[in-house]
């Protein structure tokens, strides 16, 4: 029937965290957010975050001389 309210629905969110959030953290942010109990959140599939690392590496180096090349303008820096 096209004009019946379903009596179930599902939704697949695709998420990225940050160092800091975890999977846990970022359930708990996301049902404070719908802040309705009826709402069921399962996780599929998921990591958490790896640790930062520092970018000073010959890798590093690699990187930015490739991206300074293909855009000789562009500002490449680590924090």
């Known amino acids: 029937m096209a004009n019946v309210i379903p009596p179930v629905a599902t939704m697949t969110a695709n998420l990225r965290l940050i160092e800091g959030d975890t999977i846990d953290s970022a359930i708990a ?3 404070a957010l719908v802040h309705d109990e009826r709402i069921e959140f399962n996780p599929l599939y998921g990591t958490n975050p790896s640790a930062d690392s520092t970018p000073v590496s010959a890798s590093w180096d690699t990187l930015k001389n490739a991206i300074l090349q293909t855009w ?8």
Do not use: F, M, P
Request: no cysteine.
């Open 72 to 79: 000789n303008d562009a500002l490449v820096r680590h924090t």
């Open 29 to 31: 942010y996301l049902k």
